[in-house]
């Protein structure tokens, strides 16, 4: 196997989506090419939007999603994905692995450099995996454990040695699932206190610039890249504005060239997929397979009892976060494995129908009854602070709650705050927060049921402090099965357990657009590009613009 070469009524909610059935947005989602065959034209500035500010600007420290976003044109994956999700070459060129399964080897691309002028070596592979993947990154401890050993025979040649097969590998080896440090800047340092994870330096197309804290970031070309006569734009200008009207209007009004994660209200979005200027697409975010939960912190005295977390659960009717909270851009989830996984997604029919009557009995017989007051307890909600979209998921849920006696605080905060009280200080009782599954529940989904990483304060891991010894074993196994049959049929097991004891509560499977300005030409977007780079795209005019930092002052 290797490879060579808003809150709404209902009556609003319907005409919202009758509207975006329409042509104006199936043409832009589904459309041709935005290349359209037209010979790339070099120069300009991309004024992107980030959204919340990143807190970090190394996605091997830190896999945030705003951190991502950022990073994909600082650094090179090892490969990049296809549309269809097939890893293409990258700054490896090829790989091949062994019969048994258990040797994977990287063949590099030659005469690449650090944006520092060093070389990139295979060194800087062997490094960052023993060092950064396997002791420090949220999801590639898990994903890269089965690797007992790295040789780098030459400077291009780097040979992953593994206890067992791993399949998930190959499906982690972008920039965002596998970011490779420079060695020669990070050894004998505190990794994840490096001034170099804020002033990044990497193999992209473009070099980190300046980060003006609340305002923007800029990116510069690379003039060494290695991909020769790339990137054909001169800079990139990252804009933070919190306000969501304003990120509307700066795209409307052309100030913004650039907006991923759904950056706008669905009313707006399906406005200004109508304009002329503009693109609206759901194209680019096939390897995130993104779904939406509740991680029930299981150390609370109220949570512990697993009754407690089934009647909650059914107070819950997730086809109205479905479709009035998330205005139809997400689908009701059943399974911690969204159904785009299509092969691993079972729910072994255990499922928690909204029904608050069951729901307060179950609460009657674990002993919560209701109070003189009509109140059984009280719980705080946090969720993740990246957007309104998130914060009315969590206002929904508090008034879902207080129809079955149980009050509901809702509390907001910063990421940094949000991510420290919830896997650092583990100060909470219900979060709200959004995983990529990607291409293979190895990656993205066994992290929120591992034991190992609770209470270290390691962003997006287990959240809920749910410790389950058959859950652990059932996660080992999944690492190292090399017959798909079998590796498909512990991850059933492995949902039919946490279905049952229900740690985290799957809420909805999201479904994400992009904002783009419709003179921004690229090729047929990659399946994740919402993390790659802008190494391709061009303006298709001299019109481009050409805002300078001091232009970019949030709003």
Not at 218 to 244: F, H, Q, S, T
Not at 253 to 271: C, I
Not at 294 to 311: I, M, S, T
């Amino acid at each position: 196997m290797g490879f060579r070469g808003r809150w709404g009524t209902r009556a609003v909610l319907a005409l919202t989506m009758s509207a975006l059935a329409g042509s104006a947005w199936a043409e832009q989602a589904g459309g041709a090419s935005p290349a359209a065959q037209q010979e790339p034209r070099r120069g300009g500035t991309l004024t992107a939007i980030i959204q919340p500010e990143p807190v970090i600007l190394t996605a091997a420290i830190n896999t945030a999603a705003p951190t991502g976003v950022v990073t994909g044109s600082i650094f090179d994956g090892l490969v990049d994905y296809d549309a269809n999700l097939n890893p293409v070459p990258a700054l490896a060129e090829s790989w091949e692995t062994s019969a048994d399964g258990k040797t994977l080897t990287l063949h590099l691309r030659k005469g690449v450099k650090w944006h520092d002028g060093k070389p990139f070596t295979s060194a800087d592979v062997k490094w960052t995996l023993e060092q950064v993947w396997k002791k420090i990154h949220p999801r590639n401890q898990a994903t890269f454990a089965k690797v007992t050993s790295v040789d780098t025979p030459d400077d291009t040649t780097v040979v992953l040695n593994l206890s067992e097969p791993s399949v998930a590998i190959l499906s982690s080896l972008n920039s965002n699932g596998a970011q490779v440090l420079p060695k020669h800047l990070y050894e004998g340092t505190d990794i994840l206190n490096n001034p170099h994870n804020n002033k990044p330096v990497g193999t992209g197309p473009f070099v980190f610039k300046e980060w003006s804290r609340g305002n923007y970031i800029v990116l510069e070309r690379n003039p060494d890249y290695w991909a020769k006569g790339k990137p054909y734009l001169d800079r990139i200008v990252y804009r933070v504005i919190p306000d969501a009207a304003a990120r509307s209007a700066a795209l409307e009004k052309g100030e913004v060239q650039y907006a991923v994660l759904s950056p706008v209200p669905l009313k707006d979005a399906e406005r200004l997929a109508k304009l002329p200027n503009l693109r609206v697409t759901t194209q680019g975010y096939e390897w995130l397979s993104p779904w939406l939960f509740a991680d029930f912190n299981v150390e609370r005295p109220q949570l512990k009892d697993p009754k407690v977390r089934q009647a909650l659960a059914q107070a819950i009717d997730r086809n109205t976060i479905s479709k009035v909270v998330w205005f139809g851009f997400a689908k009701p989830a059943d399974s911690p494995i969204p159904s785009t996984l299509t092969a691993f997604h079972d729910t072994s029919g255990i499922t928690y129908p909204f029904d608050p009557k069951k729901a307060e009995a179950l609460l009657d017989e674990a002993g919560y009854k209701r109070g003189a007051d009509g109140v059984r307890f009280t719980l705080d909600i946090d969720y993740i602070p990246y957007g309104d979209d998130f914060k009315r998921t969590a206002e929904y849920l508090k008034q879902a709650l207080k129809r079955i006696g149980v009050d509901a605080n809702v509390r907001s905060q910063d990421t940094a705050a949000y991510t420290k009280r919830i896997y650092g200080d583990r100060d909470f009782d219900i979060a709200i927060t959004w995983f990529a599954a990607f291409s293979d529940p190895q990656v993205g989904v066994n992290r929120a049921y591992g034991s190992g990483p609770i209470g270290k304060n390691i962003p997006w891991t287990n959240g809920s402090g749910y410790r389950n010894p058959q859950v652990d074993a059932l996660i080992a196994a999944t690492q190292g099965e090399a017959d798909p049959k079998k590796r498909i049929q512990l991850f059933k097991d492995l949902q039919k357990v946490v279905l049952t004891d229900l740690p985290t509560l799957p809420l909805v499977e999201l479904k994400f657009f992009t904002v783009e300005a419709a003179n921004l030409k690229h090729p047929q977007p990659t399946g994740d590009q919402v993390y790659g780079s802008f190494r391709d795209f061009w303006f298709d005019d001299a019109k481009a613009a050409d805002a300078k930092p001091a232009d970019t002052k949030s709003n």
